[in-house]
């Protein structure tokens, strides 16, 4: 079986058409192992998992673990729980009674 640095040299031997297309079919390789294993790990630990409300409503997602979560889970799980009957409140604060914004200095790099 050949080592990757022949394998390398082998193919640098190649038309360049030919390299491109090996090139292509390793980073799609790469890729799906990649979404393949991010996927797993996703459903693994239940990030997917869509349950029942308890009213019978529409089913709701839920997540695991606990809203310290890192990532899009976390996210999610920070969310004020929409279901309960409370009514929405928008509040709006007057940009012009609070203190004026101090102007930024240019910054300039010399190069």
Not at 11 to 23: S, T
Not at 55 to 62: C, D, I, K, M, N
Not at 64 to 90: M, Y
């Amino acid at each position: 079986m050949k080592t990757i640095i022949e394998h390398i040299e082998h193919v640098k031997g190649k038309p360049h058409h030919i390299r491109k297309r090996v090139a292509f079919g390793i980073t799609v390789g790469v890729t799906t192992l990649i979404a393949f294993v991010w996927l797993a790990g996703s459903l693994a630990t239940g990030a997917f998992a869509i349950g029942e409300s308890s009213r019978g409503e529409q089913p709701a997602v839920t997540t695991s673990g606990t809203a310290t979560t890192n990532g899009l889970a976390g996210a999610v799980a920070a969310l004020p729980d929409v279901t309960t009957d409370a009514p929405v409140r928008i509040e709006i604060i007057d940009a012009a009674s609070s203190a004026p914004v101090k102007k930024a200095e240019q910054t300039i790099l010399p190069f």
